[in-house]
Protein backbone atom coordinates (compact mmCIF):
# COMPACT_ATOMS: atom_id res chain seq x y z
CA UNK A 1 0.00 0.00 0.00
CA UNK A 2 1.31 3.58 -0.91
CA UNK A 3 2.41 5.61 1.91
CA UNK A 4 -0.20 8.88 0.25
CA UNK A 5 -2.78 7.87 -2.12
CA UNK A 6 -4.79 10.02 -4.22
CA UNK A 7 -7.15 10.02 -7.27
CA UNK A 8 -4.71 10.81 -10.10
CA UNK A 9 -7.74 12.19 -11.90
CA UNK A 10 -7.96 14.48 -14.47
CA UNK A 11 -10.83 16.36 -12.96
CA UNK A 12 -12.58 18.35 -15.56
CA UNK A 13 -14.74 20.89 -14.51
CA UNK A 14 -16.75 24.18 -15.43
CA UNK A 15 -16.01 27.44 -14.03
CA UNK A 16 -18.19 28.29 -10.84
CA UNK A 17 -17.95 24.52 -9.97
CA UNK A 18 -17.65 22.62 -6.36
CA UNK A 19 -14.72 20.03 -6.55
CA UNK A 20 -13.72 17.86 -3.68
CA UNK A 21 -10.22 15.85 -4.05
CA UNK A 22 -9.84 13.07 -1.29
CA UNK A 23 -6.60 11.25 -0.21
CA UNK A 24 -5.67 8.10 2.66
CA UNK A 25 -2.66 7.93 4.34
CA UNK A 26 -1.30 4.40 5.56
CA UNK A 27 0.96 5.61 8.89
CA UNK A 28 -1.84 6.09 11.59
CA UNK A 29 1.54 7.82 13.36
CA UNK A 30 1.11 10.87 11.15
CA UNK A 31 1.01 14.00 12.81
CA UNK A 32 1.21 17.06 9.99
CA UNK A 33 -1.08 17.69 7.01
CA UNK A 34 -0.88 19.83 4.10
CA UNK A 35 -1.91 20.23 0.70
CA UNK A 36 0.41 22.08 -1.84
CA UNK A 37 -0.68 22.75 -5.50
CA UNK A 38 1.75 22.37 -8.41
CA UNK A 39 1.14 24.03 -11.79
CA UNK A 40 3.32 22.50 -14.63
CA UNK A 41 7.02 22.77 -14.10
CA UNK A 42 6.93 24.95 -11.59
CA UNK A 43 7.61 24.01 -7.41
CA UNK A 44 4.56 22.78 -5.05
CA UNK A 45 3.49 26.15 -3.15
CA UNK A 46 1.80 25.30 0.02
CA UNK A 47 -1.96 25.64 -0.30
CA UNK A 48 -3.07 25.07 3.61
CA UNK A 49 -2.24 22.86 6.24
CA UNK A 50 -5.07 20.57 7.83
CA UNK A 51 -6.27 20.09 11.05
CA UNK A 52 -8.14 17.85 12.79
CA UNK A 53 -10.85 20.38 13.44
CA UNK A 54 -11.32 20.89 9.64
CA UNK A 55 -10.12 24.71 8.44
CA UNK A 56 -11.71 27.00 6.22
CA UNK A 57 -9.78 29.18 4.04
CA UNK A 58 -11.93 31.56 1.10
CA UNK A 59 -13.29 29.13 -1.22
CA UNK A 60 -11.12 26.28 -0.05
CA UNK A 61 -12.14 23.79 2.90
CA UNK A 62 -9.67 20.89 4.39
CA UNK A 63 -10.78 18.00 6.41
CA UNK A 64 -9.28 15.62 8.38
CA UNK A 65 -10.80 12.32 9.56
CA UNK A 66 -7.30 10.44 12.16
CA UNK A 67 -10.04 7.57 12.55
CA UNK A 68 -10.18 6.90 8.59
CA UNK A 69 -6.55 8.35 7.82
CA UNK A 70 -8.70 10.00 5.48
CA UNK A 71 -7.92 13.78 4.14
CA UNK A 72 -10.11 16.26 2.10
CA UNK A 73 -9.98 19.31 0.07
CA UNK A 74 -13.40 21.06 -0.90
CA UNK A 75 -12.96 23.83 -3.62
CA UNK A 76 -16.02 25.96 -4.31
CA UNK A 77 -16.54 28.53 -6.95
CA UNK A 78 -13.81 27.28 -8.93
CA UNK A 79 -11.58 29.31 -10.85
CA UNK A 80 -9.60 29.08 -14.11
CA UNK A 81 -6.84 29.56 -11.94
CA UNK A 82 -7.50 26.90 -10.03
CA UNK A 83 -6.22 24.69 -13.05
CA UNK A 84 -3.34 22.66 -11.16
CA UNK A 85 -2.06 18.93 -9.64
CA UNK A 86 -3.27 19.36 -6.09
CA UNK A 87 -0.76 16.98 -3.82
CA UNK A 88 -1.84 15.49 -0.39
CA UNK A 89 1.49 16.01 1.71
CA UNK A 90 1.58 14.07 5.01
CA UNK A 91 4.32 14.20 7.76
CA UNK A 92 5.29 11.36 10.71
CA UNK A 93 6.50 14.14 12.61
CA UNK A 94 4.88 17.01 14.93
CA UNK A 95 6.12 20.33 16.36
CA UNK A 96 9.73 20.82 16.99
CA UNK A 97 10.57 17.37 15.58
CA UNK A 98 10.56 18.28 12.00
CA UNK A 99 11.68 16.13 8.59
CA UNK A 100 10.61 14.68 5.59
CA UNK A 101 7.30 15.84 3.76
CA UNK A 102 5.31 12.73 2.25
CA UNK A 103 3.85 13.55 -0.94
CA UNK A 104 0.81 11.66 -2.78
CA UNK A 105 1.41 11.51 -6.81
CA UNK A 106 -1.49 14.10 -7.18
CA UNK A 107 -5.12 15.12 -8.40
CA UNK A 108 -4.68 16.52 -12.12
CA UNK A 109 -7.37 19.66 -12.21
CA UNK A 110 -8.93 21.17 -15.01
CA UNK A 111 -11.26 23.98 -14.90
CA UNK A 112 -12.95 25.17 -18.18
CA UNK A 113 -14.17 28.26 -19.08
CA UNK B 1 11.87 38.70 1.17
CA UNK B 2 13.35 36.45 -1.49
CA UNK B 3 12.36 33.25 -1.60
CA UNK B 4 13.95 30.08 -1.78
CA UNK B 5 16.92 30.28 -4.39
CA UNK B 6 17.88 27.47 -6.32
CA UNK B 7 20.39 27.52 -9.46
CA UNK B 8 21.12 26.43 -12.18
CA UNK B 9 17.46 26.15 -12.67
CA UNK B 10 18.54 23.70 -16.00
CA UNK B 11 21.48 21.72 -15.83
CA UNK B 12 22.53 19.59 -18.80
CA UNK B 13 25.20 16.64 -17.91
CA UNK B 14 27.05 13.86 -20.14
CA UNK B 15 26.58 10.38 -18.08
CA UNK B 16 29.52 9.98 -15.95
CA UNK B 17 30.04 13.94 -15.11
CA UNK B 18 29.11 15.40 -11.98
CA UNK B 19 26.36 17.48 -11.30
CA UNK B 20 26.15 20.11 -8.80
CA UNK B 21 22.53 21.74 -7.29
CA UNK B 22 22.81 24.96 -5.09
CA UNK B 23 20.12 26.18 -2.78
CA UNK B 24 19.86 29.14 -0.63
CA UNK B 25 17.20 28.72 1.71
CA UNK B 26 14.80 32.01 2.64
CA UNK B 27 15.83 34.44 4.89
CA UNK B 28 15.95 33.38 8.33
CA UNK B 29 15.33 29.59 7.68
CA UNK B 30 17.74 27.49 9.32
CA UNK B 31 16.40 24.09 7.62
CA UNK B 32 16.72 22.60 4.12
CA UNK B 33 15.01 19.65 2.64
CA UNK B 34 16.14 18.58 -0.91
CA UNK B 35 13.46 16.11 -2.96
CA UNK B 36 13.60 14.27 -5.92
CA UNK B 37 11.02 14.56 -8.77
CA UNK B 38 11.23 11.78 -11.43
CA UNK B 39 8.93 12.24 -14.33
CA UNK B 40 5.31 11.58 -13.94
CA UNK B 41 6.06 10.67 -10.16
CA UNK B 42 5.70 12.57 -7.01
CA UNK B 43 8.29 14.58 -4.72
CA UNK B 44 10.33 11.77 -3.15
CA UNK B 45 12.48 13.24 0.05
CA UNK B 46 16.06 12.71 -0.15
CA UNK B 47 17.70 14.93 2.59
CA UNK B 48 17.06 17.05 5.61
CA UNK B 49 19.87 19.05 6.94
CA UNK B 50 20.85 22.10 9.10
CA UNK B 51 23.28 24.42 9.06
CA UNK B 52 26.92 21.78 9.26
CA UNK B 53 24.70 18.95 10.14
CA UNK B 54 22.78 16.34 8.15
CA UNK B 55 19.56 15.52 10.54
CA UNK B 56 17.84 12.91 8.15
CA UNK B 57 19.77 11.31 5.10
CA UNK B 58 17.46 8.33 4.84
CA UNK B 59 15.79 9.35 1.17
CA UNK B 60 19.27 9.40 -0.47
CA UNK B 61 20.97 6.77 -2.22
CA UNK B 62 23.62 5.06 -1.07
CA UNK B 63 26.14 6.02 -3.58
CA UNK B 64 27.23 8.99 -5.71
CA UNK B 65 24.70 11.63 -3.65
CA UNK B 66 25.76 13.62 -0.99
CA UNK B 67 24.84 16.89 0.94
CA UNK B 68 26.08 19.39 2.78
CA UNK B 69 24.69 22.73 4.07
CA UNK B 70 27.99 24.77 5.07
CA UNK B 71 27.84 27.59 8.29
CA UNK B 72 28.89 30.09 5.04
CA UNK B 73 27.34 29.58 1.78
CA UNK B 74 24.35 27.98 0.02
CA UNK B 75 23.21 23.96 0.73
CA UNK B 76 24.45 21.83 -2.00
CA UNK B 77 23.43 18.89 -3.08
CA UNK B 78 26.41 16.35 -5.33
CA UNK B 79 25.41 13.81 -7.56
CA UNK B 80 29.03 12.48 -9.09
CA UNK B 81 28.83 9.95 -12.24
CA UNK B 82 25.57 10.76 -13.01
CA UNK B 83 23.18 8.34 -15.03
CA UNK B 84 20.50 8.81 -17.27
CA UNK B 85 18.35 7.82 -14.40
CA UNK B 86 19.40 10.71 -12.53
CA UNK B 87 17.71 12.80 -14.91
CA UNK B 88 14.81 14.48 -12.77
CA UNK B 89 13.37 17.85 -11.05
CA UNK B 90 15.42 18.37 -7.61
CA UNK B 91 13.38 20.63 -5.09
CA UNK B 92 14.67 22.36 -2.24
CA UNK B 93 12.28 23.71 0.55
CA UNK B 94 13.53 25.48 3.91
CA UNK B 95 11.54 25.98 6.71
CA UNK B 96 12.13 28.04 10.20
CA UNK B 97 12.84 26.24 13.30
CA UNK B 98 9.59 26.09 15.87
CA UNK B 99 8.60 23.99 18.31
CA UNK B 100 5.40 22.62 19.43
CA UNK B 101 2.97 24.26 15.87
CA UNK B 102 3.31 21.83 12.69
CA UNK B 103 5.41 23.39 10.71
CA UNK B 104 5.67 24.25 7.03
CA UNK B 105 7.91 24.01 3.76
CA UNK B 106 8.73 26.73 1.20
CA UNK B 107 9.78 25.21 -1.99
CA UNK B 108 12.23 26.71 -4.24
CA UNK B 109 11.46 26.47 -8.06
CA UNK B 110 14.30 23.49 -8.76
CA UNK B 111 16.51 22.36 -10.88
CA UNK B 112 15.96 20.21 -13.84
CA UNK B 113 18.97 18.13 -14.45
CA UNK B 114 18.79 16.25 -18.21
CA UNK B 115 21.86 13.60 -18.66
CA UNK B 116 22.81 12.69 -21.59
Known amino acids: RKEVEQDPGPFNVPEGATVAFNCTYS??????FFWYRQDCRKEPKLLMSVYSSGNEDGRFTAQLNRASQYISLLIRDSKLSDSATYLC??????????????FGKGTKLSVKP | NAGVMQNPRHLVRRRGQEARLRCSPMKGHSHVYWYRQLPEEGLKFMVY????????ESGMPKERFSAEFPKEGPSILRIQQVVRGDSAAYFCASSPFRQGIAYEQYFGPGTRLTVT
Open chain 2, 49 to 56: LQKENIID
Open chain 1, 27 to 32: NSASQS
Open chain 1, 89 to 102: VVSPNYGGSQGNLI
